[in-house]
């Protein structure tokens, strides 16, 4: 029986080629799906010696069957196989950039864009309201960016009191916000300050344009291409 045992191992193979140990170091790498995995964490769940999986792990590399990324917050490097995107967690989501650092550039740009949007226009919004306004005017149509990433955003520039976080009352500017519902506004002084530079720029331009109604997201006119709208956020 034993003899019959070991003539019959070789057909246990993988048909891909891999040897045994390194299938069971892709099987791990691949139960981890979008999280990624270290090489510690595999050692842990397969009890294989980290020399094996070091060699696995190249074998894979060198395959394209897996890919190594960096956590944005842990130094470790981890894997994933080749067909997966890392989760948001892993990755950093929209705020880093391929290469796991904080794209601080693109964050300062959202962050004037939505300051602007707050001075000139929406006044006080929701992070939901910020968000369906700044789709529909395209200025995320390339982007990834989600409601929850605009409403983390939005907390950090009230942690630089750069806007204020209040809760609706349902009066007055809040009338179309939900009571108690938490919203946010630049401090009256900034929106004040803003509001005494008038000109021709000084609100946005869209009411006057004359071809509002062929004006789509994505659209031959556009928001994302009208140089009016852009000077407007410049300005």
Not at 53 to 62: E, G, S
Not at 204 to 229: D, F, K, M, N, Q
Request: aromatic fraction near 6%; charge should be neutral; include cysteine.
């Amino acid at each position: 029986m034993s003899l019959l045992q070991k003539r019959k191992r070789p057909e246990s193979k993988p048909a891909n080629g891999l040897s045994e140990p390194d299938q069971v170091v892709l099987d791990a790498i691949k139960s981890k799906g979008e999280n990624a995995i270290t090489k510690n964490s595999i050692h842990l769940e397969t009890k294989l010696s980290k020399h094996i999986i070091t060699k696995c792990i190249k074998k894979l590399k060198d395959l394209s069957m897996i890919n190594e990324v960096k956590h944005v917050q842990v130094k470790e490097p981890h894997y994933i196989a080749a067909d997966i995107k890392p989760s948001d967690t892993v990755s950093g989501g929209v705020w880093y950039d391929d290469e796991g650092h904080l794209d601080t550039s693109y964050i300062d740009q959202l962050k004037d864009a939505f300051l602007k949007i707050l001075q000139r226009e929406l006044t006080v919004t929701t992070a939901e309201g910020l968000y369906e306004f700044i789709k529909k005017i395209g200025l995320i149509i390339n982007t990834k960016c989600t409601s929850q990433q605009v409403s983390e955003l939005l907390g950090l520039m009230v942690l630089e009191n750069l806007i204020i976080e209040v809760k609706s009352s349902g009066l007055g500017e809040y009338y179309s916000i939900p009571v108690g519902t938490v919203c946010y506004r630049c401090p009256d002084g900034n929106l004040n300050q803003d509001r005494s530079k008038t000109g021709a720029l000084a609100s946005v331009p869209c009411g006057l344009c004359p071809r509002i109604r062929e004006c789509t997201p994505g659209g031959l006119i556009s928001p994302a291409t009208c140089v009016y709208y852009t000077k407007w956020l410049e300005f």
